[in-house]
């Protein structure tokens, strides 16, 4: 089943104010009794956390955002393809926690959100 596509009518961009983006790392480390701590990767494919803010919001699109992830992705379970921030690829994400809305000028909205790119 394929995943579900950030919708077109949303803002395409984000706020680079708020962008947090933290490559993986997974890797298992290990205390020692001297010296420097042990170091093994656990894994070649990794999540990326990323965090940012969406794009000033109307109200019409922040209702297709909210029916985005409480009906088609089930409150942020299914993973979603959208293109990433900085490299402009396609990229499979998945939320991390809920959606937190910031109001804007004019009755509009943006969303804090709290992603993971998938590998």
Do not use: C
């Not at 104010?17 to 656990?42: I, N, S």
């Not at 109307?58 to 992705?73: D, I, P, R, S």
């Amino acid at each position: 089943m394929p995943n579900a596509v950030w919708p077109p009518s949303l803002p395409q961009f984000v706020e680079i104010d708020g962008y947090d983006e933290t490559l993986p790392f997974p890797v298992l480390r290990t205390a020692m009794q001297t010296g420097p701590a042990k170091q093994r990767r656990t894994s070649t494919a990794a999540e990326t956390p990323i965090a940012f803010v969406t794009d000033v919001m109307t109200a019409e699109q922040a209702a297709t955002f909210e029916a985005f992830y409480l009906v088609t992705l089930l409150t942020g379970a299914l993973p979603f393809d959208w293109v990433h921030p900085r490299t402009q690829q396609t990229m499979t994400y998945r939320f991390t926690a809920g959606p937190k809305p910031v109001p804007a000028k004019g009755g509009r909205v943006r969303y804090r959100l709290q992603l993971e790119v998938l590998p």
